[in-house]
Each structure stands twice: as C-alpha cells, then as structure tokens.
C-alpha cells in the first residue's frame, strides 16, 4: 500500500490537485501493480519563505 507526498509551493487549485492525483496514482497502478485502492496521496504545500532551491529561498529568487 503505497503512500505518495508530494510537496510543493502553495498556489495550485483543487483541481489540479485532483489531476496530480489521479495521474501519480495510475503511474504506480501501472508500473508497481497496487490496486487504485491501495494509493494514497498527500501534499505537503509550502511558503516561498519555506522552500528553497540551489542554495536560495524561493522568496529572494522572485524579488530578482
């Protein structure tokens, strides 16, 4: 029983995170063969402030 988190910047819309879900859970339908049933799937969203990439917070590399 497989459990997918996923984190990322807050800001995505309900519906795409229905989309997300309902694709990363027949990816591992597909290629790990779990019944749809046994996937769950979280998401961990995040502030810029929270969240950084090559050594800077997202907040600073946006005031760029």
Do not use: W
């Amino acid at each position: 029983m497989p459990h997918i988190q996923i984190t990322l910047l807050q800001g995505r819309t309900p519906e795409q995170k229905r989309k997300i879900v309902e694709r990363i859970t027949q990816v591992m339908v597909e290629e790990s063969g779990t019944k749809k049933e046994g996937v769950t799937v979280s998401f961990l969203e995040v502030s810029q402030a929270d969240y950084a990439s090559a050594g800077v917070l997202v907040l600073d590399r946006n005031k760029s």
